[in-house]
Nanobody
Framework: QVQLVESGGGLVQAGGSLSLSCAAS????????MGWYRQAPGKERKLVAS???????NYTDSVKGRFTVSRDNAKNTVYLQMSSLKPEDTAVYYC?????????????????????WGQGTQVTVSS
């Protein structure tokens, strides 16, 4: 069973910094992309930043220059360093991973591609 466990988040004043981390565990064969999404109250969940296994990154325009996504492939962990935080960054932040897991098939272990989510962590930026 694959799990994504997030840590970090909390309450910070505008202009401050926070770090999030997300570790994937379980029977994982490989991880393609990992990333962070966020969902503010009453709004859709949207991509914040993502990073491939090769280190290519993608950011939504509103966080460029303020947020940095990175990953440790050996630890199956993705990080999000957030700085110059604004009240509009307030949301629940979710970790996401596209990975290949090893599952028990009818005739033994098989690889299966799937997408996984973390449980979410609250980030609140006060003005």
């Amino acid at each position: 069973q694959v799990q994504l466990v997030e840590s970090g988040g909390g309450l910070v004043q505008a202009g401050g910094s926070l770090s999030l981390s997300c570790a994937a565990s379980g029977k994982i064969f490989s991880i393609n992309s990992m990333g962070w999404y966020r969902q503010a109250p009453g709004k859709e969940r949207k991509l914040v930043a993502s990073i491939t296994s090769g280190g290519s990154t993608n950011y939504t325009d509103s966080v460029k220059g303020r947020f940095t996504v990175s990953r440790d492939n050996a630890k199956n962990t993705v990080y999000l360093q957030m700085s110059s935080l604004k009240p509009e960054d307030t949301a629940v932040y979710y970790c996401n991973a596209d990975l290949t897991a090893v599952v028990v098939g009818t005739w033994g272990p098989v690889k299966r591609d799937d997408n996984y989510w973390g449980q979410g962590t609250q980030v609140t930026v006060s003005s």
